[in-house]
T-cell receptor
C-alpha cells in the first residue's frame, strides 16, 4: 500500500540532545513537508522540499534541520537549539503543483 | 495577511443531529480549500477539497462543504453525525506548496 511512514511513533529526548525523526513515502511525490502541531494551534510549517536536494524554511524553522537526499525520504532533526521541542510532528507529501497533502501518523516527541 | 479562522474550538452535537463547522479565510485570491479530520494521536485524513467548479463539494464519510466566495467561507456539513465522527477537524487554504491552517474544531458527540 502506498503511504507515508513516520518513525518512531513516540520519542523521548533529554535536554541538549539532537534527535532525528524519520519520514518515508512511497507515493512518488515530489514535495514533502514537516509540520509541528501543538494543542489549540493547528499545524505550523517547519520545512518543505519541492525536489531532491532542495528545501525551504517554513514559518518555524529555527532549531530544526532537514535533508532531502532521496525523493522518498525527508528526515527532520530537532536540535538542542530548539527551545521547546515537545510536540506532535507530522510529515506530509504532495504531488508537484498539487497542494493536496497526504499525512503520516505522526511522531510525538517529549523532552525529559 | 493570509489567515484561516475556525471560530469554534469545540462543538458538541447529539448523535444523529446535523453538523456545521465554520471556516473563514483571508487570502489574496481564490485559494484551494481543504477539510481534514484527525483522530487523537493520528495523522490527518483528507475529507474533501475545492479547487474550482461546483461550489458544493462532496467528500468522504458523508461530509460536504460549500464554498461561498462572497463570504470567504468554506463550511463543512453533515446531515446526521455518528459517534465515530468524534475527532478534530481542520480547515486549510492555500496554493502550490504552502497551506494555511485553521486552529481546528474539536467535535464531541453526545450519545
Amino acid at each position: 500500500d502506498g503511504g507515508i511512514t513516520q518513525s518512531p511513533k513516540y520519542l523521548f529526548r533529554k535536554e541538549g540532545q539532537n534527535v532525528t525523526l524519520s519520514c518515508e513515502q512511497n507515493l512518488n511525490h515530489d514535495a514533502m513537508y514537516w509540520y509541528r502541531q501543538d494543542p489549540g494551534q493547528g499545524l505550523r510549517l517547519i520545512y518543505y522540499s519541492q525536489i531532491v536536494n532542495d528545501f525551504q524554511k517554513g514559518d518555524i524553522a529555527e532549531g530544526y534541520s532537514v535533508s532531502r537526499e532521496k525523493k522518498e525520504s525527508f528526515p527532520l532533526t530537532v536540535t538542542s537549539a530548539q527551545k521547546n521541542p515537545t510536540a506532535f510532528y507530522l510529515c506530509a507529501s504532495s504531488e508537484e503543483g498539487n497542494t493536496e497533502a497526504f499525512f503520516g501518523q505522526g511522531t510525538r516527541l517529549t523532552v525529559v | 495577511a493570509q489567515s484561516v479562522t475556525q471560530p469554534d474550538i469545540h462543538i458538541t452535537v447529539s448523535e444523529g443531529a446535523s453538523l456545521e463547522l465554520r471556516c473563514n479565510y483571508s487570502y489574496g485570491a481564490t485559494p484551494y480549500l481543504f477539510w481534514y479530520v484527525q483522530s487523537p494521536g493520528q495523522g490527518l485524513q483528507l475529507l474533501l477539497k475545492y479547487f474550482s467548479g461546483d461550489t458544493l463539494v462532496q467528500g468522504i464519510k458523508g461530509f460536504e462543504a460549500e464554498f461561498k466566495r462572497s463570504q470567504s467561507s468554506f463550511n463543512l456539513r453533515k446531515p446526521s453525525v455518528h459517534w465515530s465522527d468524534a475527532a478534530e477537524y481542520f480547515c486549510a487554504v492555500g496554493a502550490w506548496y504552502q497551506l494555511i491552517w485553521g486552529a481546528g474544531t474539536k467535535l464531541i458527540i453526545k450519545p
